[in-house]
């Protein structure tokens, strides 16, 4: 099976643009996960979906966004862009149950802002 | 709730001798517990998986993990580290909807 794939692998932005990143998941799996990953905060949750519906949200403003669709593939967004969003931002998928499967990750994509 | 400490951000091991990474959990529920590595500009491979099947977990590339629920620990070793073990390990639990990650452990093989 093909694993997570990521696109793009490196986005350069400028500060209040925003940006779209895109996830597919292992074929068969419904949930997708995003985390954000920086030096200095480690890997933050983002959100989680699952069949199309968020089902849990991290600490984080209302300028992350995402979604899922039908077939399972995410994407998250960020508007207003700002310095400190810079980061490695990691998708990861699962068959379902986060409480017991196991999550599988993609690359990631590396966000610069400038 | 559930959260994940790994004590110590950096370790450095000599080439041939053991690797030792620690991870201590809470949880209100019996856990989940994964090990994951990170090799520069990847993302994260998983390594091993505690179900509560065995205490003893063998992952790949030689670690394994011991569960203690006494010391509510899960500390990642490997006998002999190699100069290709150089990465950054993170622990994990799993939370409803989510895992929680530590903050890594970024393990330096000198040769």
């Known amino acids: 099976k093909a694993g997570v794939t990521q696109t793009p692998r490196y986005l350069i932005k400028t500060r209040g643009q925003q940006v779209t990143l895109s996830c597919s998941p292992i074929?068969?799996?419904?949930?997708v996960s995003w985390y954000q990953q920086t030096p200095g905060q480690g890997l933050q949750f983002l959100f989680e979906y699952f069949s199309e519906t968020q089902r849990n949200k991290g600490n984080f403003p209302g300028r992350f966004s995402g979604r899922q669709f039908s077939n399972s593939r995410s994407e998250m967004n960020v508007s207003t862009l700002e310095l400190g969003d810079s980061a490695l931002y990691l998708c990861?998928?699962?068959?379902?149950?986060?409480?017991?499967?196991?999550?599988?990750f993609g690359p990631g994509t590396r966000l610069t802002v400038l | 709730a559930q959260s994940v400490t790994q004590l110590g951000s950096h370790v450095s091991v000599s080439e041939g001798a053991l690797v030792l990474l620690r991870c201590n959990y809470s949880?209100?529920?019996?856990?989940?517990l994964f090990w994951y590595v990170q090799y520069p500009n990847q993302g994260l491979q998983l390594l091993l998986k505690?179900?509560?099947?065995?205490?003893l977990v063998k992952g790949i590339n030689g670690f394994e993990a011991e569960f203690k629920k006494s010391e509510t620990s899960f500390h990642l070793t490997k006998p002999s580290a190699h100069m290709s073990d150089a990465a950054e390990y993170f622990c994990?639990?799993?939370?409803?909807?989510?895992?929680?990650f530590g903050t890594g452990t970024r393990l330096k093989v000198l040769a």
């Open positions: 990861a998928s699962t068959p379902g149950d986060l409480s017991t499967d196991t999550q599988y």
């Open positions: 994990a639990v799993s939370a409803p909807y989510k895992y929680i």
């Open positions: 949880s209100s529920v019996p856990p989940y």
């Open positions: 505690y179900t509560s099947a065995a205490t």
């Open positions: 074929s068969g799996h419904r949930s």
